[in-house]
């Protein structure tokens, strides 16, 4: 073995630790800890031979579900209720998103973009279940108010993320259209709209299947549904019926949440 | 030749037809949807709503500013960030654990024909099984729930917040996991790695900013539920929010709004600067 040993290429040098990040982690670790002494959580009281007694008992009082045929047929209509509120505020929010979309991805001008962005901002910062509560004031007690409280709310959603995919899309097919003369909306509708739509569609049955969680509890301020039906029958101590009531939410959250993921298959990542 | 065929193209969409031919069959569909959660509009303009919905919009302005309202707000500003932090944390300590034992990414059975391959597929399914469970259930039916178990206050809205939000960040986790390019870490695994090297060293560079983005805006989620958990008892800004509400006191709720759109807009802000740090 007298040939001569290569030497190891030489290893990139370490990176420098870095600092910044420590600090962020640091920061975020004192927040978790000071928010749980702030809030005074004592959840070794919760794991006590007592305490889970009386979640025990509190458990079984609610087996076995109510599955009386004429409380069935009730639960039934509220689960079918849920699911058109959840897709009509869904779908109102998508037309209403894909509108303020235009001048939030800076179409119109800086000004109308700020103001496009504003209004979406505001419409998002108040959640679904206070949206619901002023609707209720607007529209009288019922499904209705909820769908108008779903479509608010996930309009400021649907809107920014909308407008982020349209600032995304390559602006050359458009202005191609647009240099050989087709008119303003025709080159939009056949150059970028084609480009952002999957997105947007996935995006839109992203938020489809966060809005069947929110419709089913809805209720709980007015908004009609299986929430109306939980609150009711929980408010009287009615544990079985409750449970039904759960198990058909369960039921079309996980087919909503099924069909959903099957849908968006192919269409493009919908993590926001 | 050319302008003689250009002249020949059709002046209308080729797809119009099938265009209207889906729009219609949509509209059939949208229909009983419509009847069925009272689509009403012209509803929103009866005189009577409208002057009650008057009332309390204009007493928004001006926002309710006495200072007793003020400390009131600050501490329910302080618990409902709390909330939402404690939840968040514990959420991510059931979720990150499941996704990793989920994932695909990271199973080491998948890789060759072994005898075993069935059992970590049936564990897999098993952990995403758990997952959609802990999910289905939206968190303000949790925190009802654990309101009549464990008695008003914060301690509910944050078991509620663990448990739901535990369930989505343990499956968009996996899924972010898995849409990366997993080729590093699958050679980490086939040289030896152990699972948790192949994951930080293999996955989570190219993902960590992803996952940090969505971790952040599940935390901006939970800000908005620890909102909505006062409605069912569970304390913070939901609940002054419900008072307010009740009682109609306009100046008030503006106030809160103003607060939500404030925490709304730290978290955008939050979740730039912690993206950029990872990038």
Known sequence: MNAERRPLPALPARPAPCLRCRVVLLAVLAAVVASFVYLGLGFGALLSAESLGHMGRFVAEFFPPDLAPDFLRKVGTGALQTLAVSALGTLLAALAGMLLALPASGRAGRPARRMARFTLNVLRSVPELVWAAVMVLAAGIGPFAGALALALHTTGVLGRLFGETLENVPPEPERALAESGAGRVAAFAYASLPLALPQWVAYTLYRWEMNIRMAAVLGFVGGGGLGQLLYFHLSIFQQPQAMTVLLAMFAIVAAVDAASAHLRRGLGPAYA | ?279
Not at chain 2, 29 to 55: E, H, I, T
Not at chain 2, 93 to 108: E, K, M, N
Not at chain 2, 250 to 265: D, N, R
């Open chain 2, 1 to 279: 030749m050319n302008t003689a065929t250009a002249s020949r193209a059709p002046r209308v969409d080729p797809q119009a037809r099938r265009r209207l031919a889906t729009t219609l069959a949509a509209l059939v569909v949208a229909w009983p949807m419509l009847v069925l959660s009272d689509f009403q509009p012209w509803r929103l303009f009866d005189r009577d709503s409208l002057a009650v919905l008057g009332g309390f919009l204009g007493a928004f302005l001006p926002p309710e500013t006495a200072p007793d309202f003020l400390r009131l707000l600050a501490r329910a500003t302080l618990e409902t960030l709390a909330m939402a932090t404690a939840g968040t944390a514990l959420a991510f300590a059931i979720g990150a654990p499941l996704a990793i034992l989920g994932t695909r990414a990271l199973s080491i059975s998948r890789i060759g024909p072994g005898p075993l391959r069935w059992r970590g597929a049936a564990l897999r399914q098993m952990v995403r099984s758990l997952l959609m469970v802990l999910r289905a259930i939206p968190e303000i039916v949790w925190a009802l729930l654990f309101v009549r178990a464990l008695g008003l206050g914060p301690a509910a809205g944050v078991l509620a917040l663990a448990i739901t939000y535990g369930g989505m960040l343990g499956k968009v986790y996996a899924e972010i996991l898995e849409s990366t390019d997993t080729r590093p870490a699958r050679a980490l695994l086939e040289g030896g790695g152990g699972r948790l090297a192949a994951l930080c060293y293999g996955l989570l560079p190219s993902t960590a900013q992803e996952l940090v983005s969505y971790t952040v805006y599940r935390w901006e989620c939970a800000v908005r539920a620890s909102v909505v958990m006062g409605f069912v008892g569970a304390g913070g800004l939901g609940q002054l929010m419900d008072q307010s509400m009740k009682m109609l006191n306009g100046g008030e709720a503006s106030s809160i709004l103003l607060v939500f759109l404030g925490l709304v807009l730290l978290a955008d802000l939050l979740s730039t600067f912690l993206r950029r740090l990872f990038a």
